[in-house]
């Protein structure tokens, strides 16, 4: 069964550092998503990305962050300067339309640790 | 997107049915009822959806009220395996957004 895979599974940084998060999504799917979770935390939206736009972001995704598909499958989350509380899991998800009869399939996390 | 109110915890045991509620009384007519349950620190896990009728699949079934007020999820025969955070979603048909809003949801502890 077609999946979602991320890389790295956990990423520990020095804050001020900048970090890339991959993303490869299931491969007929044209949406794709980042998430994140503060250990103890929901799950919160960060940003959605649709014809190589940002179609919705949330007040997290600030300037720090970036979203990129640099080629046909790989789907990436940039923090230019990480801080402390950017440490969290961060997860990639993708649907095959954007609309809400379609499920997102979620891939099984980053770990960011920044210290 | 309308809000969902679930119970924080619940217990099911090992090969009984685990029915998991969900409050949504302020649902519109165009809005999706969505599960997904999260294992302990991996990504969450797509279940079943429905907007008005019950729904079957592989996973688990999805019988949602005449009114939409409010829905069950139920697992026919909970596994160990089976013990997870399950968030009741609502979004709308055809919105702006296609966010997923997570709430707190329940924690389905089966025990053996």
């Known amino acids: 069964e077609p999946e979602v895979t991320q890389t790295p599974s956990h990423q520990v940084t020095q804050m001020g550092q900048e970090v890339i998060l991959r993303c490869v999504p299931i491969?007929?799917?044209?949406?794709f998503y980042w998430y994140r979770q503060i250990l103890g935390q929901k799950v919160e939206f960060l940003v959605s990305?649709?014809?190589?736009?940002?179609?919705?972001k949330s007040e997290i995704f600030d300037d720090q962050f970036s979203v990129e598909r640099p080629d046909g499958s790989n789907f990436t989350l940039k923090i230019r300067s990480t801080k402390l509380e950017d440490s969290a899991m961060y997860f990639c998800?993708?649907?095959?339309?954007?609309?809400?009869?379609?499920?997102?399939?979620f891939g099984p996390g980053t770990r960011l640790t920044v210290t | 997107d309308a809000k969902t109110t679930q119970p924080t915890s619940m217990d099911c045991a090992e090969g009984r049915a685990a029915n998991l509620p969900c409050n949504h009384s302020?649902?519109?007519?165009?809005?999706?009822v969505y599960w997904y349950r999260q294992i302990h620190s991996q990504g969450p896990q797509y279940i079943i959806h429905?907007?008005?009728n019950n729904e079957t699949n592989e996973m688990a079934s999805l019988i949602i009220t005449e009114d939409r007020k409010s829905s069950t999820l139920i697992l026919p025969h909970a596994t160990l395996r089976d013990t997870a955070v399950y968030y009741c979603?609502?979004?709308?048909?055809?919105?702006?957004?296609?966010?997923?809003?997570f709430g707190t949801g329940t924690l389905l502890a089966v025990q053996p």
């Open positions: 429905g907007l008005k």
């Open positions: 302020t649902i519109s007519g165009n809005e999706y």
């Open positions: 491969s007929n799917h044209l949406y």
């Open positions: 979603i609502v979004r709308r048909y055809g919105g702006a957004t296609n966010k997923l809003i």
């Open positions: 998800a993708s649907s095959e339309q954007g609309a809400s009869s379609y499920e997102q399939y």
């Open positions: 990305f649709y014809n190589n736009e940002i179609s919705e």
